[in-house]
């Protein structure tokens, strides 16, 4: 069965404080691999689609890399306004359908 | 603006009740999804449509339904046979199946 595992479940930085977070997966045939920030009680916003490995993105402070098990979503000197949930999800094999991960709640102190 | 407009933003609703949650896109995007959302849980999908006039099950159908009678619009009733429908609900678009899906701000359920 398909899973996609996302670690840490919770993340407190400091302002400035470059961090990483995980998503794991294990899918045959690896379709597409996407990212995602939700604000509380707000939908999930976009940000990045990664097809294969070695493929990085960049926006902002965020860049995400993906190599052939996982996927990490780099946070460069972050700031309070990060502050969110970041949602990992999996589109593979003959399914367009994408399977998510529980997410990753990062907070960010000034 | 193009986007996804979901509505209402709150429901409440009573036991034995059956509610309606609207999503409309102006994206001309031709697959749509409902999504739920519950603390501490990944997001998991209800129904979803590639086309008008077409829809499946997704992972958690029991107790709702949904109509895709024009491109713009996919409606989903939480009906009485839901045992749990409070939840935070995502209604969902793309292109095409298999493109990136965009969601909108959602639409929080509770039973009262």
């Known amino acids: 069965e398909d899973q996609v595992t996302q670690s840490p479940e919770a993340l407190r930085l400091q302002e400035g404080e470059s961090s990483s977070l995980n998503c794991s997966y294990t899918?045959?045939?690896?379709?597409?691999l996407f990212w995602y920030r939700q604000d509380p009680g707000k939908g999930p916003e976009f940000l990045f689609t990664?097809?294969?490995a070695g493929e990085e993105k960049e926006k902002e402070r965020l860049k995400a890399t993906l190599t052939k098990k996982e996927s990490f979503l780099h946070i460069t000197a972050p700031k309070p306004e990060d502050s969110a949930t970041y949602l990992c999800?999996?589109?593979?094999?003959?399914?367009?359908?994408?399977?998510f991960g529980r997410g990753t709640s990062l907070i960010v102190h000034p | 603006d193009g986007g996804i407009t979901q509505s209402p933003k709150y429901l409440f609703r009573k036991e034995g009740q059956n509610v309606t949650l609207s999503c409309e896109q102006n994206?001309?995007?031709?697959?749509m999804y409902w999504y739920r959302q519950d603390p501490g849980q990944g997001l998991r999908l209800i129904y979803y449509?590639?086309?008008?006039?077409?829809?499946q099950k997704g992972d958690i159908a029991e107790g709702y339904s949904v109509s895709r009678e024009k491109k713009e619009s996919f409606p989903l009733t939480v009906t009485s046979a839901q045992k749990n429908p409070t939840a935070f609900y995502l209604c969902?678009?793309?292109?095409?199946?298999?493109?990136?899906?965009?969601f909108g701000e959602g639409s929080w359920l509770t039973v009262v």
């Open positions: 999800a999996v589109q593979a094999g003959g399914s367009y359908i994408p399977t």
């Open positions: 899918v045959s045939g690896l379709r597409g």
């Open positions: 969902a678009s793309s292109i095409s199946a298999g493109n990136t899906i965009y």
């Open positions: 990664l097809y294969s």
């Open positions: 449509s590639q086309i008008v006039n077409d829809f």
């Open positions: 994206l001309n995007h031709d697959a």
